[in-house]
């Protein structure tokens, strides 16, 4: 995926993991990791027990709508 692509509240995976978009910079995303549907696109951060985690441009390769199955 692009950068470009990326929306804050969009869902998308990285392997088999879904995250949710919390952030879009201008060379990174930052993202928490959909656990049991939480956090739905509805919640808004901050986030009481999810953790952010930053993709940089390197990581845009392997992150795509579909999950990634071996």
């Given at each position: ?25 201008s ?44």
């Amino acid at each position: 995926m692009g950068h470009s692509e990326f929306e804050i509240g969009m869902a998308f995976y990285s392997g088999a993991t879904l995250w949710r978009c919390t952030d879009v910079g201008s060379r990174t995303i930052v993202a928490v990791e959909v656990k049991n549907g939480y956090p739905t696109p509805h919640q808004a951060p901050p986030f009481s027990d999810a953790v952010e985690i930053v993709f940089d441009e390197y990581d845009f390769g392997g992150l795509s709508r579909q999950p990634i199955t071996d």
